[in-house]
């Protein structure tokens, strides 16, 4: 592993790329679909992709030139105009797809990337790699910059914001059209530590899909015939280290602490704070297995 770059007590969000990730940078694969492929593929791979690994799939053409994106907002926005099935079967990605598609070099500041996503609100770049290809930069990848962070900042001081909500008798069309109402992509269920996400509804609609050919209507659907997924409540005051930590062994990171929820784009905001500066102490220490690609990501 290459020495730091950076000077000492630099915040994170003057670092650039390639001085935050060093040899990490482009570990991260991207996950493509040709732009010629239907919609009902394109959900199949957001259920397997979502969260886990990359939180949008990217549309490139037969010269494997990337062209857009296509994430769990841009398929349900279109869903919700035409929740059928011949939607799924008929519609081609690049019909589909978010066209504005990020490509950021190893020099661009974590200040500047944040710039870019906040007004696009879509977290999610890819960076040329060595293989003459493209590698994925996500907020979920943020979280490797949170462990190796020094800071004094811990779960309890975060800013909280309002967790939106749903009831068990609503359908699917009613929490989608309260998803973009709020401009989130997970509503809990009234008391409860339940939540449903966009890549839960596609997961149900892909189902539907699969085995139940007698629905067309896929937004009908009552919300209490669909498998939620249950957040992980957090009971100690935790660091920001052990807060990004957590989340990055989970396959999809949300956690809540009483009245705060946290998901990787919250950890993408804290960490443009002045006070947070990468650590020099973490990188001597034993590393960290990505759970995805088996390799050391981050050196604790």
């Known amino acids: 592993m290459r020495p730091w770059k950076y000077p000492v007590n630099s915040p994170i969000s003057e670092l650039t790329l390639e001085q935050l990730f060093l040899d990490n940078l482009t570990d991260t694969p991207c996950v493509y679909l040709n732009q010629e492929r239907e919609v009902c593929v394109a959900t199949e791979m957001c259920v397997q992709h979502i969260e886990s690994s990359v939180d949008s799939i990217v549309i490139r053409d037969d010269n494997h030139k990337p062209l857009g994106i296509v994430g769990g907002y841009d398929l349900l926005k279109y869903i919700l105009k035409n929740p059928t099935r011949d939607f799924q079967y008929d519609t081609k990605v690049k019909d589909v797809m978010h066209k504005d598609l ?55 001081s975060m800013p909280k914001k309002k967790i939106i909500t749903f009831q068990p008798d609503e359908s699917l069309r009613e929490i989608v059209d309260s998803m973009f109402e709020h401009k989130t992509r997970k509503l809990l269920l009234e008391y409860s530590n339940q939540f449903i996400s966009d890549r839960v509804i596609l997961k149900e609609i892909s189902k539907l ?6 629905v067309d209507n896929f937004l009908d659907i009552p919300v209490n015939h669909v498998e939620l997924e ?71």
């Not at 040329?128 to 020094?150: D, T, W």
């Not at 899909?209 to 007698?214: A, G, H, I, N, V």
């Not at 930590?245 to 809540?256: E, G, R, S, T, W």
Request: glycine share 4%; net charge neutral; hydrophobic share 40%.
């Open 102 to 156: 990020l490509i950021v070099e190893k020099d661009m500041t974590f200040q500047k990337l944040m710039e870019k996503w906040s007004a696009s609100r879509r977290a999610f770049a890819i960076i040329p790699n060595k293989f003459q290809g493209y590698s994925a930069i996500s907020a979920r990848k943020m979280l490797e910059v949170g462990i190796k962070s020094k800071t004094n900042i811990s779960i309890s």
């Open 230 to 300: 249950d957040m992980t409540v957090i009971l100690d005051d935790l660091s920001l280290n052990e807060i990004c930590l957590k989340m990055y062994n989970m396959d999809h990171p949300y956690i809540i602490y009483k009245d705060i929820s946290v998901t990787p784009w919250d950890i993408c905001n804290v960490l443009m704070s002045e006070k947070i500066t990468p650590s020099y102490e973490l990188e001597s220490s034993a590393g960290i297995v990505c759970p995805h690609c088996g390799k050391n990501v981050v050196n604790l």
């Open 209 to 214: 899909l699969k085995f139940q050919p007698d």
